[in-house]
């Protein structure tokens, strides 16, 4: 995805809201609504209006999701046409409008989401992760957790990790530790919390908490170069050489050109 949610000592995974096979390698920072289960839905020319802007929100999600833009809005054009008070089509805009730089219309478009659908998770979600992207992180805060308090919200684990992420960017260090404990505690093998909490541990001298931390995120099919690196300067701090061998060795067969791997006869921060 074209947009990172945090810079702080993460490789962003962005995007997709909750996520995908490998986040470290596909940002999940946002989540399009995902479309309900339901039986093939009826031609367009016997749909009702609402249902065919359903569909036509469906095609924009998917073109956004694969970067197409412009295919994007042209679908939720036609979506907001057939039912202009159709929610999720907003919410939609808002995500492209974000990533496209478009700020005033990001913010008209989440804010149209929110009156129409005042408890929908997903664009609390959404809304939260673009006002953290705009350094207002309380006010982020507080939509992650109204999405996360829906108990029908399927994915909090992604605005549990997005809230720890944007409590890091603060500095607000034991509140990140707690959203990201509460994602683990949700999905014991989220990749992105063991992340953040490896994070948190090392900075604060606790090698071997980070070093358990590291070993859930090695669990990842492919490993960030960040991460690789955190790996490492965990066991050149307990002093195990077989081990910071091995975090070495993955740098520099993965990533011969990463700055982490240039970066591997430096000194641990």
């Known amino acids: 995805m074209p947009y990172r949610l945090l810079t702080i000592a993460f490789v962003t995974l962005s995007l997709l809201a909750a996520c995908a096979n490998n986040p470290f390698n596909r940002n999940p920072a946002t989540t399009p609504p995902e479309p309900a289960t339901r039986e093939a ?20 999600s998917g073109y956004y999701e694969r970067g197409q833009m412009d295919i ?12 202009p008070n159709y929610a ?6 808002g995500l492209i409008y974000a990533v496209l730089g478009e700020n005033g219309k990001a913010e008209q478009n989440f804010q149209r989401a929110l009156q129409l659908a005042p408890n929908n998770p997903d664009i609390h979600h959404n809304w939260g992760w673009y006002l953290c992207q ?36 603060i500095g607000d260090t034991r509140a990140a530790e707690g959203y990201f404990r509460r994602a683990l ?6 990749v992105l919390a063991s992340y953040g909490l490896a994070q948190i541990a090392y900075k604060e001298a606790r090698y071997d908490e980070a070093r358990a931390a590291m070993r859930r995120v090695m669990a990842a099919n492919n490993p960030s170069p960040e ?27 993965r990533y011969p050109d990463a700055p982490e791997t240039r970066a591997i006869a430096e000194a641990c921060e």
């Open 41 to 60: 839905p009826p031609p367009q020319q016997m749909a009702s209006a609402p249902e065919r802007a359903r569909l036509h929100t469906d095609l924009g």
């Open 72 to 83: 994007a809005i042209n679908e939720l054009d036609t979506a907001v046409k057939l039912d």
């Open 88 to 93: 999720p089509a907003y919410n939609i805009y």
């Open 134 to 169: 705009h350094k207002r992180e309380r006010e982020a805060l507080v939509q992650f957790e109204t999405a996360v308090s829906d108990p029908l919200y399927r994915t909090p684990e992604i605005a549990l990790v997005n809230a720890g992420r944007c409590a890091q960017a």
């Open 185 to 190: 505690a949700g999905q014991p093998n989220n």
């Open 227 to 253: 991460a690789l690196r955190l790996g490492m300067c965990v066991e050149r701090k307990l002093g195990d050489r077989q081990s910071e061998a091995s975090y070495t060795s993955q740098l520099k067969n």
